[in-house]
Nanobody, 125 residues
């Protein structure tokens, strides 16, 4: 059984930093690309960042580029999203997802095979 479990969300003030974690189990972690998505109430799920199975390639949504960093630790089967200079518009439920691809990235939810349950991030002004 593949499981992805997010943690690290919470209530923070605008400009603060926080780190989201996603622990994976039930899969060969290094064979999967990983992504972070977010979804605000009444809105579609939105791509945030992705990292390849090797960790050598990353891609970011324009609005978070330079503020967020995605990284993975294959020894710990964990993917992180480091968030800096957060803004109220970053408020959403954040989901991690796994993709059965070693080399290629995807910005589309349909490109991912497994999903976590999400962790809430709320940024106050």
């Amino acid at each position: 059984q593949v499981q992805l479990v997010e943690s690290g969300g919470g209530l923070v003030q605008s400009g603060a930093s926080l780190r989201l974690s996603c622990a994976a189990s039930g899969l060969t972690f290094s064979d999967y690309g990983l992504g972070w998505f977010r979804q605000a109430p009444g809105k579609a799920r939105e791509f945030v960042a992705a990292i390849s199975g090797t960790g050598r390639s990353t891609y970011y949504q324009y609005s978070v580029k330079g503020r967020f960093t995605i990284l993975r630790d294959n020894d710990k089967n964990t993917v992180l999203l480091e968030m800096n200079s957060v803004k109220p518009e970053d408020t959403a439920v954040y989901y991690c997802a796994a993709r059965r691809s070693i080399q290629t990235l995807s910005m589309e939810p349909a490109g991912y095979d497994y999903w976590g349950q999400g962790t809430q991030v709320t940024v106050s002004s």
